[in-house]
């Protein structure tokens, strides 16, 4: 990480915990906005920060430390699309106040070469709040933006345990679409895709990354005030192991990410990039669901109730382990990358 980057990694670290953990998006949405970091990823040419995805990466890594609900990720994968398709009106639209959501699992729609597009795209957040939303079609071989004002779409909220994200199911009746809209056909759509699903599944891994430590830390605090027999816990020897193995599993995380993304440096529509993406992310969430189940532990009974914040960094791993591309090929793209050179 360039000092650059650590700067703006720092700096929306402080703003981050000045709100507090889990921050509602209405207070932390416009911040994010305000400081600009939905251009951090957007090449200097084009009027952005020029850091790429590692510089997203680190963004989305501090709004999983602080359990943050603005709805960053989609609004950074509109971002991406914009740039690959040189839109620069949507890059400047994006930065400013517009905000386009983007669904965080693979859709299941059609879209039409006259525009027409039919289907459901689910887990996408904010949509009542959104504009547009950004669609790839099933076959990959379309990607667009669509108006979310119009005849045809049936938006319902989706109930999840995780109450730090708001997700939303979009069923698309033949909705037509706007042509000055479609950002990719083709093979380039193929790529554009691909560049996404990329940058969702390496976002998902820093976000995994950023609970992970923030909540081995509160239980590391915790054990240290929290007395038993006289004794703070944190000087039971089988309880600093289980902290240790914790620690060392989030560090592997942590470098797992950090390796992959240098790996993939701006390469970010290969194949190989890709294959990064998916082992980074499914070793991560699945740290972080380890770590989340730990702390819960850890804390005893006031874990188990609801004013405390364990059950939200477990519920939140729980729902990253299932966005994404949450299928069985991950563990071949792990063994494909443990066997890399």
């Known amino acids: 990480m360039n000092a650059e980057l650590s700067e703006l990694r720092d700096s929306a670290r402080q703003v981050l915990a000045a709100e507090g953990l889990?921050?509602?998006?209405?207070?932390?949405?416009?911040?994010?906005?305000d400081l600009g970091w939905l251009l951090v990823a957007v090449p200097?040419?084009?009027?952005?920060?020029?850091?790429?995805?590692?510089?997203?990466c680190a963004f989305h890594a501090e709004m999983g430390r602080s359990l943050c609900a603005a709805p960053y990720l989609p609004a950074m994968l509109a971002m991406e699309a914009a740039i690959h398709a040189g839109r620069e009106d949507w890059i400047e639209r994006l930065g400013a106040s517009g905000f386009?959501?983007?669904?965080?699992?693979?859709?299941?729609?059609?879209?039409?070469?006259?525009?027409?597009?039919?289907?459901?795209?689910?887990?996408?957040?904010?949509?009542?709040?959104?504009?547009?939303?950004?669609?790839?079609?099933?076959?990959?071989?379309?990607?667009?933006?669509?108006?979310?004002?119009?005849?045809?779409?049936?938006?319902?909220?989706?109930?999840?345990?995780?109450?730090?994200?708001?997700?939303?199911?979009?069923?698309?009746?033949?909705?037509?679409?706007?042509p000055s809209l479609v950002l990719a056909r083709g093979n380039d759509a193929h790529v554009?895709?691909?560049?996404?699903?990329?940058?969702?599944?390496?976002?998902?891994?820093?976000?995994?990354?950023g609970g992970a430590a923030t909540a081995l830390e509160m239980t590391v605090e915790y054990l240290k005030t929290r007395r038993q027999f006289g004794r703070p816990l944190a000087l039971f020897q089988a309880l600093k192991h289980r902290c240790a193995d914790l620690k060392a599993r989030i560090a592997a995380a942590e470098a797992l990410l950090a390796d992959s993304l240098v790996r993939v440096g701006t390469e970010v529509d290969s194949e190989r990039a890709e294959?990064?993406?998916?082992?980074?992310?499914?070793?991560?969430?699945?740290?972080?669901?380890a770590v989340a189940e730990e702390m819960l532990q850890l804390h005893g009974g006031i874990g188990m109730t609801a004013e405390h914040a364990c059950h939200l960094f477990l519920k939140r791993a729980l729902l990253d382990e299932q966005l994404g591309r949450c299928t069985s090929y991950e563990l071949d793209v792990a063994d494909t990358l443990l066997g890399a050179g």
């Open 22 to 33: 889990a921050a509602p998006e209405d207070k932390t949405w416009p911040l994010a906005l």
């Open 192 to 209: 554009l895709s691909r560049r996404l699903a990329t940058h969702r599944d390496f976002a998902l891994a820093a976000d995994a990354v």
């Open 100 to 178: 386009v959501t983007a669904p965080l699992v693979d859709p299941t729609l059609t879209i039409t070469d006259g525009g027409i597009v039919a289907g459901m795209a689910s887990a996408v957040p904010s949509a009542d709040r959104a504009s547009h939303v950004l669609l790839g079609s099933e076959a990959g071989d379309c990607v667009a933006l669509v108006a979310l004002q119009q005849a045809g779409i049936d938006a319902r909220h989706r109930e999840t345990w995780d109450t730090t994200r708001r997700l939303f199911d979009l069923r698309f009746d033949n909705v037509a679409g706007d």
């Open 44 to 56: 200097e040419a084009q009027g952005g920060l020029g850091q790429g995805l590692a510089g997203a």
């Open 275 to 289: 294959a990064l993406g998916k082992a980074a992310k499914s070793f991560a969430v699945s740290a972080y669901a």
